[in-house]
């Protein structure tokens, strides 16, 4: 059962896909304001886990907490639970790895999309936020150009303005600096690390680059085979001996993970 200070606690979460069972009795606890990197190969269930902390996959066994709400023992053929898991929802923001903008709606409109969607802001009030959202994100005054005239780095960050535009409480980043070099990687990090430290947001944080993980998590997880092998503070993840996170850590070709 989650604590006062708990975002998400999960209790022997396991998912399978016809024989491939992708998660297997994952238990973990997120603290609120707090930042989590999940790491692991390819094919490890890390974007599963993320579908299911939102809803949008059942698990086949264990309990799913957001705050208080078991979302996993919610029945969305039921309109009442319909209506909590939209309000558990509503707690997320979300980072896709490619950015997912529209590409026939200007920045402007792409930002301002969810405040349309799901609040009853009038037009002035949302191009305010959607103003206060691009700055954040260094990026002020971009409202009228499109998806198709920006860098990949700056659509990634009108992604990011976009995931914290109904100000959620938790933010979950699926491999925040995919297809970037690597100063806009550490920009991308520095805003979460900044959005973390000003606006109190806890982020989860999908990824398969040990650098960023030492460089922005509190905690770091590393899923190898559908087990969470190893889960803790970063100080002592860093002396943890398992070979699949010692492997991934020292980049070696040696160890349990095998390239396919």
């Known amino acids: 059962m989650p604590g006062p200070d708990d975002a998400i606690v999960l209790e022997h979460v396991s998912k399978a896909f016809g024989s491939h069972r992708v998660l ?22 890390k974007s599963v886990l993320l579908r299911i902390l939102v809803g949008l996959l059942q698990p086949d066994a264990g309990r799913v907490f957001v705050g208080d709400q078991d979302i996993a023992a919610l029945d969305q053929r039921r309109s ?12 997320f923001g979300m980072l896709f790895q490619d950015g997912a903008l529209f590409d026939d709606m200007d920045v402007g409109d792409n ?26 994100v260094g990026l002020p005054g971009v409202e009228g150009k499109f998806p198709s005239e920006l860098s990949g780095g700056m659509r990634k960050r009108v992604a990011f303005a ?64 559908g087990k969470l092998v190893a889960y803790g503070p970063k100080a002592e993840l860093e002396r943890d001996t398992h070979p699949a996170l010692r492997q991934f850590f020292d980049r070696s070709t040696e160890g349990p993970i095998q390239v396919v």
């Open 162 to 225: 976009r995931a914290i535009a109904l100000e959620p409480e938790i933010v979950l980043c699926d491999e925040p600096s995919s297809g970037l070099d690597p100063v806009m990687s550490a920009t991308l990090d520095e805003l979460i690390m900044e959005m973390h430290r000003t606006l109190g947001l806890c982020f989860i944080v999908i990824s398969h680059d040990t650098a960023e993980a030492r460089t922005i998590a509190d905690t770091i997880g590393m899923l190898a085979g």
């Open 24 to 45: 297997d009795d994952i238990s973990l606890t997120v603290k609120k304001r707090s930042i989590t990197v999940l790491l692991g190969p390819s094919g490890t269930g």
């Open 80 to 91: 009442r639970d319909r209506r909590r898991l939209f309000e558990v929802r509503r707690k």
């Open 111 to 136: 930002v301002a999309f969810p405040m349309r969607m799901h609040t009853s802001m009038g037009e002035e009030e949302i191009r305010a936020k959607v103003a206060d959202k691009l700055a954040r």
